[in-house]
């Protein structure tokens, strides 16, 4: 990978749950963190955390041109060793009641957005000499769940686009691969406790306990687990590693 003293990750969603873990992570291991959401005010509270390694990029990844132009600035301060496709979006709802603008808004974060970063940053990573992307999936990047299916149909086009990339880059030593959470305590995960209480009446423990019986250790997955796993996919031992899928679930999809 690059010289100790160039490393750079681009991390998307990067104020919140998942991101904000994998942005610390990486400036914890001396990266520098290009770190891309919408919300400026979070991002600061980010950059006063991660300290000098931390980039802000305030942009909606949704806002093709917008996230063109943030590609731009990347650039040109120099090409990234690592892009990881975090920000994602769900709506909720069944098939009947799921809008095609609720699909057309779930698959621009979560699959356009990725492609576009990928088509920008992955020739400049292998002219470059190589690089890593991690793209941030779902179990349901493999399985399927009630009531999501703009949100699972965007997974499972990650997950193709995923593999059809690391086909393509294979021999350009650019790895591409997916990480797969299942419930991590994040957001999302604080509004699907919501739902559960608002419709079944169980209390927000009741909810909280639910949710982790679905995996086979009858836990919750922690945004720092999954950071661990990016940084292993970024280090030298992952380097012939490509095409993968990792499941960090506690079991849920096995």
């Not at 300290?51 to 305030?58: C, D, Y």
């Not at 990047?141 to 593999?163: D, E, M, P």
Request: with cysteine.
């Amino acid at each position: 990978m690059a010289n100790e003293t160039t490393k750079t990750v681009v991390v998307t969603g990067a104020s919140r749950g998942i991101g904000r873990a994998v942005s610390l992570a990486f400036a914890r291991e001396g990266y520098d963190v290009w770190a891309l959401a919408r919300s400026a005010e979070s991002l600061e509270a980010l950059r006063k955390e991660g300290g000098e390694h931390i980039r802000a990029l305030t942009v909606d990844v949704a806002d093709e041109s917008a996230l063109l132009a943030a590609c731009k600035t990347v650039l040109a301060a120099g090409t990234p060793r690592v892009l990881v496709n975090n920000a994602g979006i769900t709506v909720s709802a069944p098939l009947t009641k799921t809008s095609t603008a609720d699909l057309a808004k779930v698959m621009a974060v979560n699959v356009t957005a990725p492609f576009l970063l990928c088509r920008e940053l992955m020739p400049a990573m292998a002219s470059a000499g190589g690089g890593r992307v991690i793209n941030i999936g779902s179990i349901t990047a493999t399985r399927g769940a009630k009531y999501t299916s703009a949100y699972c149909a965007s997974k499972h086009a990650l997950l193709g686009l995923t593999r059809a990339l690391s086909v393509e880059y294979a021999r350009k030593n650019v790895t591409v691969n997916i990480v797969n959470p299942g419930w991590v305590e994040t957001d999302m995960f604080a509004g699907a406790t919501a739902a559960i209480t608002k419709t079944t009446g169980r209390s927000e423990e009741q909810a909280r306990e639910a949710l982790a019986a679905m995996s086979a250790m009858g836990r919750i997955i922690q945004p720092e687990e999954v950071a661990a796993m990016c940084l292993f996919l970024a280090s030298d031992a992952a380097a012939p590693i490509t095409g993968a899928a990792y499941a960090i679930d506690g079991g849920e999809a096995a």
